[in-house]
């Protein structure tokens, strides 16, 4: 898809799992990310989208995510 083929993109991705992971990504991080969305509004954006996507998974059941897992 044009998505994984956009670095913006991927870089947005990245920063998202990264923020998730709230055990690495400290001051330092949030920094650099702040600093990223700032640097062009192509990056805001795709880091808003990615955010958005990443809330939505997180809110689809488990047994929607495996359709093997056991009930």
């Known amino acids: 898809t044009q ?7 991927a870089a947005a991705w ?3 799992q990264r923020e ?5 990504f400290d001051d330092a991080a ?3 990310l702040s600093r ?3 640097e062009d509004p192509a990056h805001e954006r795709a880091y808003l989208q990615a955010s958005r996507l ?3 998974a997180g ?3 488990a047994r929607a995510q ?3 897992a056991d009930e």
Not at 20 to 24: A, C, G, L, M, P
């Open 59 to 61: 809110q689809v059941p």
């Open 54 to 56: 990443w809330a939505l």
């Open 66 to 68: 495996d359709p093997d």
């Open 36 to 38: 990223w969305r700032a």
């Open 20 to 24: 998730f992971d709230r055990e690495s």
């Open 30 to 32: 949030r920094l650099a």
């Open 14 to 16: 990245t920063w998202v």
């Open 3 to 9: 998505e994984q083929d956009d670095p913006v993109w």
